[in-house]
């Protein structure tokens, strides 16, 4: 299973992103498809994932109603819709698989539930 991220850049505050996340090797419908990202000095935070097997879809409180996700079952990619973006939403954002459709809950997401991760794309926003 391989996940490549694309789309990340410098961006400024109210601006607006799409992130790419390029799977290969897995059955694309087996699978959830998660956003998370990392700031320096902070913890990993699950932004947003997309079951697609039945299309239900989780955001993090922190990015509701700003960004979007979707999936092209046909190219096996995974989009992230970032709109108004702010210096906050700086990091390493990452996608990952999971197999298990586990990874998301009301509490947020699991990360131990995604077992195959991409290297990352690095969004910077700027005030």
């Known amino acids: 299973v391989q996940l490549v991220e694309s789309g990340g850049g410098l961006v400024q505050a109210g601006g607006s992103l799409r992130l790419s996340c390029a799977t290969s090797?897995?059955?694309?419908?087996?699978?959830?498809i998660g956003w998370f990202r990392q700031a320096p000095g902070k913890e990993r935070e699950g932004v947003s994932c997309i079951s697609n097997s039945d299309g239900s879809t989780y955001y993090a409180d922190s990015v509701k109603g700003r960004f979007t996700i979707s999936s092209d079952n046909a190219k096996g990619t995974v989009y992230l819709q970032m709109n108004s973006v702010k210096p906050e939403d700086t990091g390493l954002y990452y996608c990952?698989?999971?197999?298990?459709?586990?990874?998301?809950?009301?509490?947020?997401?699991?990360?131990?539930?995604?077992?195959?991760w991409g290297q990352g794309t690095q969004v910077t926003v700027s005030s």
């Open positions: 090797g897995l059955t694309f419908d087996d699978y959830s």
């Open positions: 990952a698989a999971d197999a298990t459709d586990q990874g998301y809950s009301r509490t947020g997401m699991h990360a131990h539930f995604y077992t195959s």
